[in-house]
Structure formats: C-alpha cells, structure tokens
C-alpha cells in the first residue's frame, strides 16, 4: 500500500506497507463444522460463489 507504511528517518514523507495474508483453508471439515460453515454461508448478506465456473470446473464437468 503505497505511502502507508512507516515514516522515512530524517526525510519527509512515509514508505510503502507491504502486507502478506496467508489463508490456510481446511480439506476435510466434520459434520458440525460444515453445518457452522452452512450457517455462516446463510448469515452472510454477501453472495460468495463465482458468477460463471472456473476453466478447471468446466474441465472436471466434461470428463464426468
């Protein structure tokens, strides 16, 4: 994020932040936790699934 990072010692002005997010997604999620996941996903006003399938997506749904 230009000009939001830490100020320049004895200079105007401030540096760049540079921010690393790491998410870490779980591959298997027990009957509970998809229900509390279910629940969120209703609770949410935002709808999170991609408008059109992906390019792997598709490739899956031709070969099955």
Do not use: Y
Request: no cysteine; glycine share 8%.
């Amino acid at each position: 994020m230009r000009g939001k990072g830490i100020p320049f010692l004895n200079e105007k002005g401030t540096g760049d932040l540079i921010v690393k997010v790491m998410v870490e997604i779980p591959r298997k999620l027990s009957r509970a936790q998809r229900e509390l996941v279910g629940q969120l996903a209703e609770s949410l006003a935002v709808d999170n699934k991609p408008a059109s399938p992906s390019l792997i997506e598709k490739m899956k749904d031709l070969f099955n």
